[in-house]
């Protein structure tokens, strides 16, 4: 079992001789220097092998003649006397050859008697001749400790070279350091650094550059959405049994420490089934706010690809990507659509879906689900298992007091006075109308006055709520199916 200290794993499992040990980050130089610590803790030579410098040991320039070649480099390591460590850098992209995938199974296997071992690094696919020797040992994120120390390492640094002012608060410090998690200390010291030389200081404004650059790094992948949060709870009208259980939980959020001494875990999500255009979507984008966590959106068009195992390694990708994030909101709406059951598509849904059961179960990062959904007869059933999701909640049609609290949300977004309006009366003639449809005929009633050169009144909202069909009338028989559906499997939302 994994622990907290990756030098600690990596020299148990040298002493255990593994052979190959695969240190999974996306961070090359702390992979290095988590190498280099270990050599001198067990007192052994560190070589280092890459493609244009070939292999050397980790303190000298000189590399051993010809071993820029692999199949040299792996050929010498085979026949030295010498128990070392061998980092090869870079490696992962040779793993489709299978000449060079025998050489090095070869070594592993004569390590495998003898205190020496080969160790890769980065976000590997292992072949299978491979895969039955190696052992992996993740490297974890970068904590708080580890950027506020980065952070005075910069500061020191440029205020050599340059006047340089620091105008935060220690709560918008807390704040800054807070957001530059799921960046590498490479990535973090560029962005920090390229924010404090455009104007010759560190101030709160400079949140925002962190927030842009994790913004990039996630969408670059083309898999995630990294979305900005305004919305607060205060913007969910009604829901007040989703609220209270969030609200409970957000206790574990902010103190992390004294929930885990109460034997309390990181909390896994939530489903929300319901009406669609009662607030679902809106609630991520909330519970994202309220909890002053990042939310990230998984984006099921992107993720399917037409090629053989794409699907899979993208939903890996973002799976990886969102644990990278975490402490992270993941956002999946239309939970039907990204994992629909059927054989329509050849069984990559079936295929994935399991991967995404089996991430649920296993995941190592701190990941909080909200999923929601439209379609439940299109929903796999393993989501609604007890303890895939911590629950299902049911978002029902709103009734009066969260029609008047939509109706006050909207007009007041738009800047209208709600008391210059009959509300009750509108209240009452959208009965059966979602949030959504509630928003719509306020947006039109608004251009329609616009139109008219006029101020929006109760006659034109009115109008516009007798035009409007909503979808609990269009579509009656589906929406009472779906109340019988969950009225037995689910908690009441609202």
């Avoid at 994994?2 to 990596?10: A, E, G, R, W």
Wanted: glycine share 6%.
């Amino acid at each position: 079992m994994q622990t907290n200290d990756p030098l600690h794993d990596v020299e148990l499992l040298v002493r255990s001789r593994h052979g190959l040990v695969v240190v999974d980050t996306v961070e090359e130089e702390r992979a290095t220097t988590l190498l280099r610590h270990l050599a001198d803790r067990m007192a052994m030579p560190l070589f280092v092998w890459s493609r244009t410098k070939g292999l050397r040991h980790a303190d000298q320039e000189t590399a051993i003649y010809g071993t820029t070649d692999p199949a040299q480099a792996l050929a010498h390591m085979y026949s030295s006397n010498v128990e070392a460590i061998y980092h090869l850098q870079g490696f992962g992209s040779l793993l489709n050859d299978e000449a060079h995938v025998e050489r090095l199974q070869n070594v592993v296997q004569r390590f495998t008697t003898r205190d020496s071992i080969v160790v890769l690094t980065g976000t590997l696919t292992l072949p299978d001749a491979l895969r039955r020797f190696a052992s992996t040992v993740r490297l974890p994120s970068p904590t708080s400790s580890d950027y506020e120390k980065l952070l005075e390492h910069i500061l020191r640094d440029l205020a050599r070279r340059m006047p340089v002012r620091m105008q935060m608060t220690p709560e918008e410090g807390r704040r800054l350091l807070m957001h530059m998690r799921g960046l590498t200390l490479m990535e973090a010291e560029k962005v920090l650094t390229k924010a404090i030389v455009e104007d010759n200081m560190l101030s709160a404004d400079d949140v925002a550059h962190v927030i842009e650059a994790k913004k990039q790094i996630v969408e670059q992948e083309g898999v995630l959405e990294y979305y900005p949060v305004e919305e607060s709870m205060a913007q969910v009208a009604d829901l007040a049994g989703l609220k209270a259980w969030l609200a409970k939980r957000k206790h574990i959020i902010t103190d992390r420490q004294r929930a885990s001494e109460f034997g309390l875990s990181f909390p896994k999500g939530v489903l929300l089934v319901g009406v669609p255009g009662c607030g679902k979507s809106l609630c991520a984008k909330a519970v994202a706010t309220e909890w002053g966590l990042p939310l990230l959106k998984l984006d099921s068009a992107a993720l399917y690809n037409k090629y053989i195992g794409e699907t899979e390694k993208n939903f890996k990708r973002a799976m990886d990507i969102a644990e990278r994030m975490s402490p992270v909101i993941l956002w999946i709406d239309e939970l039907e659509k990204a994992f629909a059951s059927g054989s329509e598509d050849g069984g990559v849904s079936q295929r994935v879906l399991g991967t995404f059961l089996s991430w649920m179960q296993d995941r190592k990062g701190d990941v909080f689900i909200v999923a929601t959904a439209n379609d439940v007869s299109r929903l796999p059933a393993e989501f609604l298992r007890k303890g895939r999701f911590d629950e299902i909640f049911f978002v029902d049609l709103p009734d009066a007091d969260a029609r008047r609290a939509i109706f006050d949300i909207h007009l007041r977004k738009r800047s209208q006075d709600p008391a210059k309006l009959p509300v009750d009366q509108l209240v009452q003639a959208a009965d059966q109308f979602s949030g959504a449809e509630i928003e719509q005929v306020i947006v039109s009633a608004l251009y329609t006055a616009f139109a008219e050169k006029k101020e929006l009144d109760g006659a034109l909202v009115l109008s516009e709520i007798a035009a409007t069909r909503p979808l609990a009338h269009t579509m009656s028989e589906r929406v009472t199916a779906l109340r019988d559906w969950a009225r037995e499997r689910t908690v009441a939302a609202n």
